[in-house]
């Protein structure tokens, strides 16, 4: 996952969960955390939450088009999101 808090990517469930957490109410690192997309050449991206307005952010942040977003804001997005990769 790569969290909005750091910038940067993470796998540790602890880590994720704190961080997640953090982003509500600290400063997020949207333009690293776009550029880190970019430098990992990102194909499918996860919007977590309602709306799409993430969608839209990274789109104009240098999200190619050929990136493919999925909104996910339930399990059944992300079953979704999951058979369509």
């Known amino acids: ?9 993470s796998v540790d469930p602890a880590e994720i ?11 997020v690192h949207w333009r ?5 997309l970019q430098e990992m050449k990102v194909t ?12 839209g952010l990274a789109r104009q942040n240098g ?3 050929t990136t493919t977003i999925f909104p996910v804001g339930s399990l059944r ?4 999101a999951a058979a369509s990769v």
């Open 1 to 9: 996952m790569l969290l909005n808090a750091t910038g940067r990517p």
């Open 17 to 27: 969960r704190e961080q997640v957490v953090a982003s509500l109410t600290a400063r």
């Open 32 to 36: 690293e955390a776009m550029a880190r």
């Open 44 to 55: 499918v991206v996860l919007e977590v939450g309602p709306g799409r307005v993430l969608a």
């Open 63 to 65: 999200c190619p088009a």
């Open 77 to 80: 997005g992300v079953e979704t």
